[in-house]
């Protein structure tokens, strides 16, 4: 997954408000899950989700960024709950001693394509928006500055990870560690996961320490190199995607309660 989460791009989507970004993405989700139906979710990812990948030319990393973390997750669901669902009884196949159930294996769809709108909301925000940007539109916003802080950390871990992951890989093969296949990459993973947590610990140090000295914790607010454009269009926007959520949200209380 080599830089698979890196924001670049000159699309008119990597130009959006990261904040428009961010309803969208917001929305998605929540009209997902507010309806009880696999095909919904299916749907939303097929109209929504992988037109907007293809127009933001972030497609190949966009898939890959599913393959890596949501493929795990719904092979997962599918074991468990197709295997372990309480109160499921209509066998479908069986694995030795155990049995395949049929309500496992929908409640393990359902819950995986939610799961997909999900993570493709959200990687698109990562993929389209630089983590800087976003910290300055919600700066704009008065939101806290910690909130701010924790939401820049999320996006950034990730790429930041896999940069020194890169590194560390490089580093052991120029001392002569053959990685290659799927045996030497398996190998290569103990030795990794060492200087690679130890390197996360020492930058949590560092970077509380730099924050410290450039006074994040000041009262007074902070001003923004950076001005991230915004318009009318796009403030009417989220406000539609936003009701579009709510809307979601009352409809689905509505049909549970009646």
Same mark, same amino acid.
């Given at each position: 997954?080599?830089?698979?989460?890196?924001?670049?791009?000159?699309?008119?989507?990597?130009?959006?408000?990261?904040?428009?970004?961010?309803?969208?993405?917001?929305?998605?989700?929540?009209?997902?899950?507010?309806?009880?139906?696999?095909?919904?979710?299916?749907?939303?990812?097929?109209?929504?989700?992988?037109?907007?990948?293809?127009?933001?030319?972030?497609?190949?990393?966009?898939?890959?960024?599913?393959?890596?973390?949501?493929?795990?997750?719904?092979?997962?669901?599918?074991?468990?709950?197709?295997?372990?669902?309480?109160?499921?009884?209509?066998?479908?196949?069986?694995?030795?001693?155990?049995?395949?159930?049929?309500?496992?294996?929908?409640?393990?769809?359902?819950?995986?394509?939610?799961?997909?709108?999900?993570? #493709?909301?959200?990687?698109?925000?990562?993929?389209?928006?630089?983590?800087?940007?976003?910290?300055?539109?919600?700066?704009?916003?008065?939101?806290?500055?910690?909130?701010?802080?924790?939401?820049?950390?999320?996006?950034?871990?990730?790429?930041?990870?896999?940069?020194?992951?890169?590194?560390?890989?490089?580093?052991?093969?120029?001392?002569?560690?053959?990685?290659?296949?799927?045996?030497?990459?398996?190998?290569?993973?103990?030795?990794?996961?060492?200087?690679?947590?130890?390197?996360?610990?020492?930058?949590?140090?560092?970077?509380?320490?730099?924050?410290?000295?450039?006074?994040?914790?000041?009262?007074?607010?902070?001003?923004?190199?950076?001005?991230?454009?915004? #318009?009318?269009?796009?403030?009417?926007?989220?406000?539609?995607?936003?009701?579009?959520?709510?809307?979601?949200?009352?409809?689905?209380?509505?049909?549970?309660?009646?």
């Amino acid at each position: 997954m080599r830089d698979a989460a890196r924001a670049d791009g000159v699309s008119g989507i990597h130009r959006l408000n990261p904040l428009t970004k961010l309803a969208f993405a917001v929305t998605v989700t929540v009209c997902a899950f507010a309806v009880v139906d696999y095909r919904w979710p299916l749907l939303l990812f097929a109209a929504l989700l992988l037109p907007v990948a293809i127009g933001a030319r972030v497609l190949r990393r966009f898939l890959l960024l599913l393959a890596t973390f949501w493929v795990p997750v719904a092979v997962v669901l599918f074991v468990i709950q197709g295997f372990f669902l309480p109160g499921a009884h209509e066998v479908i196949a069986r694995l030795g001693p155990l049995e395949l159930k049929s309500e496992g294996v929908s409640f393990a769809l359902q819950t995986a394509l939610h799961i997909l709108v999900l993570m #493709s909301g959200f990687f698109l925000l990562l993929l389209t928006t630089h983590a800087g940007a976003f910290m300055s539109a919600l700066s704009e916003r008065n939101v806290s500055p910690s909130l701010i802080y924790i939401v820049s950390a999320a996006l950034q871990i990730v790429p930041a990870l896999n940069r020194r992951a890169t590194r560390i890989l490089h580093a052991q093969q120029a001392r002569g560690q053959v990685i290659h296949g799927l045996r030497g990459r398996a190998r290569a993973l103990v030795p990794l996961m060492g200087p690679l947590i130890l390197g996360a610990f020492t930058d949590v140090g560092e970077r509380a320490a730099a924050m410290e000295t450039r006074g994040f914790g000041a009262t007074r607010r902070p001003t923004s190199l950076t001005e991230v454009p915004d #318009s009318g269009v796009q403030r009417c926007l989220r406000a539609a995607m936003l009701l579009c959520a709510a809307l979601a949200v009352t409809v689905n209380v509505w049909g549970v309660l009646r």
